[in-house]
């Protein structure tokens, strides 16, 4: 996930919203990892786990391993050391993913590598919703805010909870092969998997619905669940809105320039235009 917006509009905040939801153990936050950092961490380390990067820029040369882990899901280095007698020999050194990687940054062109892996979110720039910020700023200083300060940690520590009592399942598409998906650009191959992620692992692993759900178990015993149409429909709405983004030329934030600078122009073109 690449959270991407202006300076000030509340990247951070997000990203630090989302992650007081996940159980300390399950999620590692980076100011910056340098170029072999990753390469040199136990080796299940980062298995499951969330790593959080607050800016790009922090990410720096490190970006190679983790584009690698989050595609071949493990990243190895050979690097040379000595032995006991003194003697160089090389040494390999493996960290298994999959890993769920998070990160934010100012910047209008991420390196198209990169950007590939990532789901994009932005951050609702209008005056409209800096009011409402203002507004629940202010409502923090009062004994209302105090006391609904109070009410969330007591909302985190049931999601910590309940997030550990989950466990791993299987999950099956039945409605895989009705499905489609534009397929007009290459980038189309890597966002067609995230999209069948989202009406899949998304909803169907990390719901609390997902705990209640018949399990169901093959001939061997596998035991698994089904996604159903309530996934499909809800992964939908979010495919529309999240990778509808990565088919754009534009990044969203510029998008509304664009609109209005069209929109002036094509009303200038109207009224010098002789009738």
Known sequence: MLIQSRSAAGKSTLQDAIISLIPDEEYIKYTRVTDQALFYKEED?????????????????????????????????????????????????????????????TATEIDQETASRFIFLTIDESAAMTGAIHQRQREAETLAGLIREKKQHTVTRKHHAVQRMLMPLAVVNPYAEYLSYPSHSLQARRDHKKYLGSSGRWLSCTSISGRYRPWRWTARWLKYIEVTLTDIETANRLANVVLGQSMDELVKPSRPCYRRSTKWCRNRRSRTTPP
């Open 45 to 105: 380390s980062l298995v499951h786990k969330i790593l959080a990067i607050e800016e790009a820029e922090g990410m720096g040369g490190a970006a190679y391993s983790i584009r690698t882990i989050q595609s071949a899901k493990k990243i190895t280095v050979a690097a040379t050391g000595k032995d006991a007698t003194g003697r160089m020999k090389t040494e390999e050194y493996t960290v298994n993913g999959p890993v769920c990687v998070m990160i934010t940054t």
